[in-house]
């Protein structure tokens, strides 16, 4: 599961309650999720933006702000694994 602790977007293992690892910091985070394939994970932010990175932290997330009529970003989905949709 991906969870965020103090602006820390961290993974853990259910099972064992384990880290497994961290994978970047976000700022009012709204929610988070997995791209089909496993290999990113997005997430979004009260502040009109979705941070992307590779789901095994081995790279940086990065920032994209989202431009629309909403205080901010409710929902983010991965139709396919190189498509991420946000409202």
């Known amino acids: 599961g991906g969870v965020t602790v103090h602006g820390e977007v961290k993974?853990?293992?259910f099972?064992?309650?384990r880290?497994?690892?961290?994978?970047g910091q976000v700022q009012d985070r709204g929610g988070t999720c997995?791209?089909?394939?496993?290999?990113?994970?997005?997430?979004w932010?009260?502040?009109r933006s979705v941070s992307v990175g590779p789901a095994d932290g081995?790279?940086?997330m990065t920032r994209f702000p989202v431009?629309?009529?909403?205080l901010g970003v409710s929902f983010a989905a991965w139709p396919?694994?190189?498509r991420l949709v946000v409202g």
């Open 34 to 43: 997995f791209s089909p394939d496993g290999t990113r994970v997005a997430v």
């Open 11 to 13: 993974v853990w293992e």
């Open 45 to 47: 932010c009260g502040d």
């Open 67 to 70: 431009d629309g009529p909403r």
């Open 15 to 17: 099972d064992t309650g």
């Open 19 to 23: 880290e497994l690892r961290t994978l």
């Open 80 to 82: 396919r694994a190189d």
């Open 58 to 60: 081995r790279g940086p």
